[in-house]
């Protein structure tokens, strides 16, 4: 049985699980482990709260593997906060954009990835994470890539899944913040709503939604 995460983690896992090399429950939550990629909400421990027991065990149970022991929560651990986002509905605006956004084929992929790695400051990802979901999305017609465009230069980078009625977007990124409704707008093209995750500093905004934040702990689950 599948723990009891709240909506916003529920969520991320509902659209990581699938791309994690592996999941297992641990400490009440569910543990997405995935070697040779930096992405976080692949390596991480997902937690229903930050109760002392579970960011123990989670610590511990990383820590056992080799491999860094980080967890994402809703609330604060009193551990490293490595990063946070804001998860909820984005809602399309309508305004027209100087950029162009295009759903492309998996032979993208390596462009795809080495857009998203530079977006986020990690240009030497690229390979690993291409090659990583290259193998992940081969049998998955759910989810989808999207490319934004200023002129004929790549700015922006996004991963769709499938939802129900809707969609889901929570591994994206652009080279600049101008660009995050544009691409955005265009993941909401393919299925509204639209659950996404952004990070602080976003144009984009999301009303009263909740914040996942993920923390780097120690084996005792303190700081």
């Known amino acids: 049985m599948v723990p009891h995460l709240p909506p916003a983690l529920a969520d991320l896992l509902a659209y990581f699980g699938p791309l994690a090399s592996g999941q297992e429950e641990v400490a009440g939550g569910v543990a997405l482990h995935t070697p040779g990629t930096n992405v976080l909400a692949l390596n991480a421990v997902f937690l229903p709260d930050a109760e002392s027991h ?38 399309a605006g309508p305004s027209a954009s100087p950029f162009t956004v295009e759903q492309v084929s998996r032979l993208h992929l390596p462009q795809w990835a080495a857009v998203l790695a530079e977006a986020h400051g990690t240009p030497d990802w690229a390979g690993a994470l291409s090659r990583h979901l290259a193998g992940r999305l081969e049998e998955r017609r759910d989810y ?47 299925g509204a709503p639209l659950f996404v995750s952004l990070p602080s500093g976003s144009p984009a905004q999301l009303a009263d939604t909740p914040e996942v934040a993920f923390f780097l702990m120690k084996g005792d689950g303190n700081s």
């Open 54 to 91: 579970r960011l123990c065990g989670a610590a511990e149970w990383q820590k056992a593997r080799g491999r860094p022991p980080l967890v994402a929560v809703e609330e604060s651990t009193g551990g490293e906060e490595v990063a946070s986002f804001h998860v909820g509905t984005y809602q």
């Open 144 to 190: 989808a890539l999207l490319l934004a465009y200023a002129g004929e230069e790549a700015v922006g980078a996004l991963l769709w899944q499938a939802a129900g009625v809707g969609g889901r977007a929570h591994l994206w990124g652009t080279l600049d913040p101008a660009v995050d409704r544009a691409l955005l707008d265009g993941a909401a093209a393919l």
